[in-house]
Structures are given as structure tokens and as C-alpha cells.
């Protein structure tokens, strides 16, 4: 079992829903990355949070330290948030991140 | 301006050779990383350097030796390359992320094909 698991592996969307994915993992961590892999192939950090919630624009990330869960939401979803969404922590205290499997996203017009 | 270059961007080479990646930031991050996506486009860390300090060395064959001549570059060397090294490797960089909350910067990727 993967130490970071991530829910949906895929999801499709019609532009303008409200996405969620969801982030669990077994390690204690001191924070938990969101990051975006555009169907280029590059990789853009969004988020890095330790408590309660941060937002950037349409993108929103909450994370319960107690339950070891985060999600990330997406409001008002449009094709150019077609994506994969990662997960990941830190293992054992050090800044080595292990990854989710990512979640394919699709935004549909 | 680019924060995290790597180079070459693709690389298509025969079994056997040895290659290099090169990755350079200019963001003055204490701390470099190569990471390696596989087929199955998981993730996972190969090496990491803290000024020029090798920190994380995960289970890696010895044909891989990275090489960090200061804190700002971070190069990957390949030996004997093998069918199986084809994969895509991202280089990153942060600055001590634990303890400032910074997060990670990453390259755009290098696709490496072994044929």
C-alpha cells in the first residue's frame, strides 16, 4: 500500500463544476505538497500547507492533520485546469517527498 | 528567466552509452533534487543535495552519479545506460522546506529513451 494515496485516480468534468480530489497518507508529516503535471509534462508546485487552508485564485487546498487527509478543490473548473493533480509529503522528518499517484483531470467545455 | 533549467529537454541515446542531464537554478535554493517518472508517471526521489552535500541517496544503481560543482547546479550522470532508465527525470530545487514552508520548484523535465 502506497504511503499517499489519492482519490479519484480520474475524473471528468464539465467546465464550471466544483472539483474535489482527495489526499490520504499514513506518515506523520510536517506539511503536505499539492502539485500540477500540464499534459506537457511540466510540474508546478500550488500548495505547501501544515494547517487549515490556503487558496490561490480558483484553487483551494484544506488539509486535517488529525485524520491525515487533504483535498484540493477547484472552482468553477475550466478546460485549462486539465491536469494531473499529485500529492505528496515529506518521509521521516526529511524533505525527500513521496508521491501519490496523481489524479487525471479533465475539464470538457 | 527560467527558475529551474534543465537540458536537454529530450535525449534519445543507444544501450550502453553514458549521457548526462544538466540542471541549473537561479533562485538561490540551499537544495537540489533529481526525482524519476517512470512509465506509470509515478514519482519518486533519487537524489538530494544540500549545498553541494549529497543528503538522499535512495536506492539507485551505481551507473547513477550525480555531481552538484555548487549549490546552484545539479548535473545526473548516466553509465551504461539500460532499456530501463528510459523515463522522464525532473530536477527541483527548495530552500529548506520543513523549516521556512517554501515549497519546490521544479524543471520541466528531461524525457530520456533508451534504445
Known amino acids: 500500500k502506497n504511503e499517499v494515496e489519492q482519490s479519484p485516480q480520474n475524473l471528468t468534468a464539465q467546465e464550471g463544476e466544483f472539483i474535489t480530489i482527495n489526499c490520504s497518507y499514513s506518515?506523520?508529516?510536517?506539511?503536505l505538497h499539492w502539485l500540477q503535471q500540464h499534459p506537457g509534462g511540466g510540474i508546478v508546485s500550488l500548495f505547501m500547507?501544515?494547517?487549515g487552508k490556503k487558496k490561490h485564485g480558483r484553487l483551494i487546498a484544506t488539509i486535517n492533520i488529525q485524520e491525515k487527509h487533504s483535498s484540493l478543490h477547484i472552482t468553477a473548473s475550466h478546460p485549462r485546469d486539465s491536469a494531473v493533480y499529485i500529492c505528496?509529503?515529506?518521509?521521516?522528518?526529511?524533505?525527500?517527498?513521496?508521491f501519490g499517484t496523481g489524479t487525471r483531470l479533465q475539464v470538457f467545455p | 528567466d527560467t527558475a529551474v533549467s534543465q537540458t536537454p529537454k529530450y535525449l534519445v541515446t543507444q544501450m550502453g552509452n553514458d549521457k548526462s542531464i544538466k540542471c541549473e537554478q537561479n533562485?538561490?535554493?540551499?537544495?537540489m533534487y533529481w526525482y524519476k517518472q517512470d512509465s506509470k508517471k509515478f514519482l519518486k526521489i533519487m537524489f538530494s543535495?544540500?549545498?553541494?552535500?549529497?543528503?538522499i541517496n535512495e536506492t539507485v544503481p551505481n551507473r547513477f552519479s550525480p555531481k552538484s560543482p555548487d549549490k546552484a547546479h545539479l548535473n545526473l550522470h548516466i553509465n551504461s545506460l539500460e532499456l530501463g532508465d528510459s523515463a522522464v527525470y525532473f530536477c527541483?530545487?527548495?530552500?529548506?522546506?520543513?523549516?521556512?514552508?517554501?515549497?519546490?520548484?521544479f524543471g520541466s523535465g528531461t524525457r530520456l529513451t533508451v534504445v
Open positions: 505528496a509529503v515529506p518521509s521521516h522528518n526529511t524533505d525527500k517527498l513521496i
Open positions: 527541483a530545487s527548495s530552500q529548506d522546506p520543513g523549516r521556512t514552508g517554501y515549497g519546490y520548484t
Open positions: 543535495y544540500n549545498n553541494k552535500e549529497l543528503i
Open positions: 500547507l501544515s494547517s
Open positions: 533562485l538561490g535554493h540551499d537544495t
Open positions: 506518515v506523520g508529516i510536517s506539511a
